[in-house]
């Protein structure tokens, strides 16, 4: 909502950090125009009142936090999780722990400069100097990872088993093209609703609120009537065991060792069995969101109308979304003490809906689908054939439950893989194409005289390229090639991703509104985490290669 101008105009404050700007803040009508100035120049608008949090009032956490949160219940929980915890137990979950605790300070911040400006993320990337041009290439090389469909074949696997009661032998012909089929159906399928509900960010609300009831509530039942005490002990402490590593051992494939224990008891390094490094690293790379898949949290701070969001629009869907547009450029507040008292209360409210919706159901969501392999499956089991993963626990569910009771359960885990499996697809889609279009939408001379109304069909035009190249890629590769590749290049984009948002937030923000240095720091170490890992995984692929 906007909130209307008081009888007296208010005061701007001195920036607290004079070469902020290009050019000081204005105390009239004309924006800051900081950075590149091959982008546009902002303008200006009237910074809306936040929420006021209560009992009443939680409905409006529901937001970014809910949409991304169900999407995090993906690859890294239903596939990468499990493969690991079935092989070495909880204890490699703290790997996991690192990610969602890196990236929740990454979504808060790159909220942050949503909030002032009304752009995502992305577009502020691409304010910064060099310029655009720069940008362009290296982002493009950073998130060719999401041109890799991986969920969509992943799906097909649980669709298949479903409708022909079997596993696929991946060395019968006929069944390879029948998942090829199914992964592209469902590839296709997932985009569908991407056209629909007004504005693109509701359809994914409705989708993302169902999985997150029907996958979550499912193994909520089977977590308290069929796991025990144990289980859950070996994997909530799975997520603080730092520092412990898969070994070469040659009598068991399931060893470990701690890093610090190692060192501190004076046996040296730890002999890291390197064949392991690869789907660890994807686990820490798609536990939670991962990659640039994380920065459509600040576009759906835009369109939930948060901060400045209220000022620009939203990207309508093209059947729909008729009444919807879109600025192409982002609007922001002057300084002053009643707009800061409006930022604080903001930036409190993105916090609140990382801290309390968003990181929770990322540890949920990996916690459960890891008590399946934990409880269910036995331990020291090396999945063969990884393209089976989604399904893998479902036979296990069914000897625990037994009876009728135990078939429906044995469909329903499978049906829970399908679902978290396609409807990630729909959020991995949908985030590319959103960073990719908004930025164009702003950094295009030629795309900024198209009239704001019709954002859809710029969006629908580049859906149905998406939709192309992902139908080849899944006709040309492997799943467990697709998962491997994209994953790593996950870790390098969202390293570089969170060293160049502090880059963003230092440089465009005016000094009051600027994080922390303890932030800076905080969100510095978790890109050099990302990075660390991608290195590992990178020499890991070469290795066996």
């Given at each position: 909502?906007?909130?209307?101008?008081?009888?007296?105009?208010?005061?701007?404050?001195?920036?607290?950090?004079?070469?902020?700007?290009?050019?000081?803040?204005?105390?009239?009508?004309?924006?800051?125009?900081?950075?590149?100035?091959?982008?546009?120049?902002?303008?200006?608008?009237?910074?809306?009142?936040?929420?006021?949090?209560?009992?009443?009032?939680?409905?409006?956490?529901?937001?970014?936090?809910?949409?991304?949160?169900?999407?995090?219940?993906?690859?890294?929980?239903?596939?990468?999780?499990?493969?690991?915890?079935?092989?070495?137990?909880?204890?490699?979950?703290?790997?996991?722990?690192?990610?969602?605790?890196?990236?929740?300070?990454?979504?808060?911040?790159?909220?942050?400069?949503?909030?002032?400006?009304?752009?995502?993320?992305?577009?502020?990337?691409?304010r910064t100097l060099p310029g655009?041009?720069?940008?362009?290439?290296?982002?493009?090389?950073?998130?060719?990872?999401?041109?890799?469909?991986?969920?969509?074949?992943?799906?097909?696997?649980?669709?298949?088993?479903?409708?022909?009661?079997?596993?696929?032998?991946?060395?019968?012909?006929?069944?390879?093209?029948?998942?090829?089929?199914?992964?592209?159906?469902?590839?296709?399928?997932?985009?569908?609703?991407?056209?629909?509900?007004?504005?693109?960010?509701?359809?994914?609300?409705?989708?993302?609120?169902?999985?997150?009831?029907?996958?979550?509530?499912?193994?909520?039942?089977?977590?308290?009537?069929?796991?025990?005490?144990?289980?859950?002990?070996?994997?909530?402490?799975?997520?603080?065991?730092?520092?412990?590593?898969?070994?070469?051992?040659?009598?068991?494939?399931?060893?470990?060792?701690?890093?610090?224990?190692?060192?501190?008891?004076?046996?040296?390094?730890?002999?890291?069995?390197?064949?392991?490094?690869?789907?660890?690293?994807?686990?820490?790379a798609i536990a939670g969101n991962?990659?640039?898949?994380?920065?459509?949290?600040?576009?759906?701070?835009?369109?939930?109308?948060?901060?400045?969001?209220?000022?620009?629009?939203?990207?309508?869907?093209?059947?729909?979304?008729?009444?919807?547009?879109?600025?192409?450029?982002?609007?922001?507040?002057?300084?002053?003490?009643?707009?800061?008292?409006?930022?604080?209360?903001?930036?409190?409210?993105?916090?609140?809906?990382?801290?309390?919706?968003?990181?929770?159901?990322?540890?949920?969501?990996?916690?459960?689908?890891?008590?399946?392999?934990?409880?269910?499956?036995?331990?020291?089991?090396?999945?063969?054939?990884?393209?089976?993963?989604?399904?893998?626990?479902?036979?296990?569910?069914?000897?625990?439950?037994?009876?009728?009771?135990?078939?429906?359960?044995?469909?329903?885990?499978?049906?829970?893989?399908?679902?978290?499996?396609?409807?990630?697809?729909?959020?991995?889609?949908?985030?590319?194409?959103?960073?990719?279009?908004?930025?164009?939408?702003?950094?295009?001379?030629?795309?900024?005289?198209?009239?704001?109304?019709?954002?859809?069909?710029?969006?629908?035009?580049?859906?149905?390229?998406?939709?192309?190249?992902?139908?080849?890629?899944?006709?040309?590769?492997?799943?467990?090639?697709?998962?491997?590749?994209?994953?790593?290049?996950?870790?390098?984009?969202?390293?570089?991703?969170?060293?160049?948002?502090?880059?963003?937030?230092?440089?465009?923000?005016?000094?009051?509104?600027?994080?922390?240095i303890g932030r800076r720091v905080?969100?510095?170490?978790?890109?050099?985490?990302?990075?660390?890992?991608?290195?590992?995984?990178?020499?890991?692929?070469?290795?066996?290669?």
């Amino acid at each position: 909502m906007n909130v209307p101008p008081s009888d007296s105009p208010e005061q701007p404050l001195a920036s607290a950090d004079p070469t902020v700007h290009s050019e000081p803040e204005s105390t009239g009508g004309e924006a800051p125009h900081p950075g590149s100035r091959e982008m546009p120049r902002w303008d200006m608008g009237t910074l809306a009142e936040p929420p006021k949090f209560g009992l009443k009032q939680l409905p409006l956490l529901l937001g970014p936090g809910l949409v991304m949160g169900a999407a995090a219940i993906g690859g890294g929980e239903w596939l990468t999780g499990p493969i690991n915890t079935a092989r070495y137990g909880g204890a490699v979950l703290w790997l996991a722990t690192l990610s969602i605790l890196g990236q929740t300070l990454y979504n808060i911040e790159i909220s942050r400069y949503t909030l002032y400006t009304g752009e995502p993320i992305f577009t502020g990337k691409f304010r910064t100097l060099p310029g655009p041009r720069f940008w362009l290439p290296i982002y493009l090389m950073l998130d060719i990872g999401v041109f890799f469909p991986y969920l969509a074949a992943a799906a097909a696997v649980p669709l298949f088993t479903v409708i022909y009661g079997q596993l696929p032998d991946e060395a019968n012909p006929q069944h390879n093209f029948l998942l090829n089929v199914f992964a592209v159906s469902i590839f296709l399928g997932a985009l569908v609703p991407l056209l629909f509900g007004g504005k693109v960010y509701n359809s994914l609300k409705v989708v993302m609120s169902f999985k997150l009831i029907t996958v979550l509530g499912f193994l909520v039942f089977l977590a308290i009537f069929y796991s025990n005490a144990e289980t859950w002990a070996e994997i909530i402490s799975g997520f603080f065991k730092f520092g412990t590593v898969p070994v070469v051992d040659a009598s068991n494939p399931a060893a470990l060792d701690n890093i610090f224990v190692s060192l501190f008891s004076g046996n040296g390094f730890p002999n890291i069995d390197m064949t392991a490094v690869g789907i660890l690293a994807a686990m820490a790379a798609i536990a939670g969101n991962g990659g640039l898949t994380n920065t459509p949290i600040s576009n759906y701070t835009r369109d939930q109308g948060w901060g400045m969001g209220s000022e620009v629009g939203a990207i309508p869907s093209i059947i729909g979304g008729q009444t919807i547009h879109l600025s192409h450029v982002g609007k922001v507040f002057q300084i002053t003490k009643d707009s800061l008292r409006r930022w604080k209360g903001w930036v409190r409210h993105i916090s609140r809906d990382q801290l309390v919706v968003w990181m929770p159901a990322c540890f949920i969501g990996l916690a459960l689908p890891s008590m399946l392999s934990v409880q269910f499956l036995e331990r020291g089991l090396v999945l063969e054939n990884k393209d089976q993963a989604a399904v893998m626990t479902a036979g296990g569910v069914q000897d625990a439950v037994g009876g009728s009771l135990g078939n429906f359960c044995f469909y329903m885990t499978i049906f829970c893989g399908f679902l978290v499996l396609g409807t990630s697809v729909i959020a991995t889609a949908d985030g590319v194409l959103r960073r990719w279009v908004d930025v164009f939408w702003t950094a295009s001379r030629r795309l900024r005289q198209v009239d704001p109304q019709h954002i859809s069909k710029v969006y629908f035009g580049v859906l149905c390229v998406y939709a192309a190249a992902g139908i080849v890629l899944l006709l040309s590769a492997r799943p467990t090639t697709l998962l491997v590749i994209s994953t790593n290049i996950y870790n390098y984009a969202l390293g570089i991703s969170c060293w160049h948002t502090i880059a963003v937030n230092s440089v465009l923000l005016p000094g009051e509104l600027k994080p922390s240095i303890g932030r800076r720091v905080l969100l510095g170490a978790a890109g050099t985490f990302f990075l660390m890992i991608a290195v590992l995984s990178t020499i890991a692929f070469f290795q066996q290669n």
